[in-house]
């Protein structure tokens, strides 16, 4: 296996990574009907992107970690692909997920990825955590995109964290809304531990 790059590359849970704001305006079904690049996301249909891309945090940050190697594999193809794992749940109304242990049953046996369900994680553990582990999908809450704002409650989104120490978090976030706050964005610790829900899943490759 060749050297990991020193900077992981980022993706965005949508195929344009600067339409964030119009989805939080007009909502993902509407927003990303517009999204010039959505065949990327290996959706079939426009239909398939639109009702997918909102749920896809995770699969974002799977798509990293395994562009980190040198594999890139389209975010609605691993999310098809893990829903038959059980880590979507998916109806006539609704995606629910994504459910941490069926992913970590679905990384290890198809991408032979190592990872561990944590919960109940300090935000002071997470440096040690990342001695062990190469990388860990934090769940926050998703207005971790304006960190100068209180969130109305923690967890519901996922972030890639590449780095942690005692002076500060680096993490990419799929759905960031401007540079800054999207690839390599970087929080102390205790601001990140006001979005933080205290749940990871760790991940070795």
């Known amino acids: 296996m060749s050297p990991l790059p ?17 989805v939080l305006a007009e909502g993902a079904e509407i927003a990303l009907r517009r999204d010039p690049l959505w065949q990327g996301s290996g959706a079939e249909t426009l239909d398939e992107y639109a009702v997918w891309a909102a749920n896809i945090c995770g699969m974002a940050c799977l798509k990293m970690i395994l562009a980190s190697r040198g594999e890139i594999v389209p975010t609605i193809e691993l999310a098809r692909r893990c829903t038959g794992y059980g880590g979507y749940v998916v109806t006539e109304r609704s995606i629910k997920g994504l459910i941490y242990a069926p992913f970590v049953s679905f990384v290890q046996e198809v991408f032979g990825l190592r990872a561990e369900v944590m919960t109940n994680v300090a935000t002071a553990e997470m440096p040690a955590i990342l001695e062990r582990s190469r990388f860990f999908i934090a769940s926050v ?45 970087v929080l102390a610790p205790a601001e990140f531990d006001r979005f933080f829900a205290n749940r990871d899943i760790s991940v070795e490759i």
């Open 6 to 22: 020193e900077t992981v590359p980022f993706f965005s849970q949508w195929e344009t990574p600067d339409m964030t704001l119009d």
């Open 141 to 185: 809450s998703s207005w971790i995109r304006w960190p100068e704002r209180e969130p109305p409650s923690k967890g519901g989104h996922l972030v890639l964290v590449t780095a942690a120490s005692a002076k500060g978090f680096r993490f990419h976030n799929p759905s960031g809304h401007t540079s800054a706050t999207q690839a390599n964005a």
